[in-house]
Antibody, heavy 119, light 109 residues
Framework: EVQLVESGGGLIQPGGSLRLSCEATDFTVSRNYMMWVRQAPGKGLEWVSVIYVGGSTFYADSVKGRFTISRDNSNNTVYLQMNRLRAEDTAVYYC?????????????WGKGTTVSVSS | DIQMTQSPSSVSASVGDTVTITCRASQDISSWLAWYQQKAGEAPKLLIHATSSLQNGVPSRFSGSGLGTEFNLSISNLQPEDLATYYCQQANTFPSLFTFGPGTKVDLK
């Protein structure tokens, strides 16, 4: 069964760092573009980042310069390294697979991992 | 940047009703629009992409329409399992930016 499982969330102090992981089952992350989307408590969805098959990456302005998306092909896992965390980064972080055609949409989602930034 | 709005922000309807949600883009996005359903405590689920293409397994009571800056999601014969928040998402700025609408909550009257 095609599946995404996120991990790595937790409680972290402002200014701290956290690395989220997203492990894929039954498909290969290196052959798909992969995204991170977050949802603050009681709020809507916010796209965070994308990594493409060729390795190019893009970020939302709200996280540019602080977050880095990457992947490990051997582990079939996508990561989100989050540095200089702020209270407003508190959210459930979802990993999603990009739809192969047409492009630009997200067809498989994980259940999410929760990040809480607080002192 | 392209801004997305949705109306209404919430709607109450009865089983069997038809519900229509509108999504508007701040500039022309052609047909680059998707709809997602998110039930309470769950991850979002892709319902429709490219304005009107139903994802595999999505009931035919869901339909999408529109072009340019105004789009609609219609749910006919509303069922209890359709209670959820619905989000639109533009993909016109692929590959560098994706934007969601603020969501529309559908609940039972």
């Amino acid at each position: 069964e095609v599946q995404l499982v996120e991990s790595g969330g937790g409680l972290i102090q402002p200014g701290g760092s956290l690395r989220l992981s997203c492990e894929a089952t039954d498909f290969t992350v290196s052959r798909n573009y992969m995204m991170w989307v977050r949802q603050a408590p009681g709020k809507g969805l916010e796209w965070v980042s994308v990594i493409y098959v060729g390795g190019s990456t893009f970020y939302a302005d709200s996280v540019k310069g602080r977050f880095t998306i990457s992947r490990d092909n051997s582990n079939n896992t996508v990561y989100l390294q989050m540095n200089r965390l702020r209270a407003e980064d508190t959210a459930v972080y979802y990993c999603a697979r990009g739809l192969s055609s047409p492009k630009g949409y997200m067809d498989v989602w994980g259940k999410g991992t929760t990040v809480s930034v607080s002192s | 940047d392209i801004q997305m709005t949705q109306s209404p922000s919430s709607v109450s309807a009865s089983v069997g009703d038809t519900v229509t949600i509108t999504c508007r883009a701040s500039q022309d996005i052609s047909s680059w629009l998707a709809w997602y359903q998110q039930k309470a405590g769950e991850a979002p689920k892709l319902l429709i992409h490219a304005t009107s293409s139903l994802q595999n397994g999505v009931p035919s009571r869901f339909s999408g329409s529109g072009l340019g800056t105004e789009f609609n999601l219609s749910i006919s014969n509303l069922q209890p399992e359709d209670l959820a928040t619905y989000y639109c998402q533009q993909a016109n700025t692929f590959p560098s930016l994706f934007t969601f609408g603020p969501g529309t909550k559908v609940d039972l009257k």
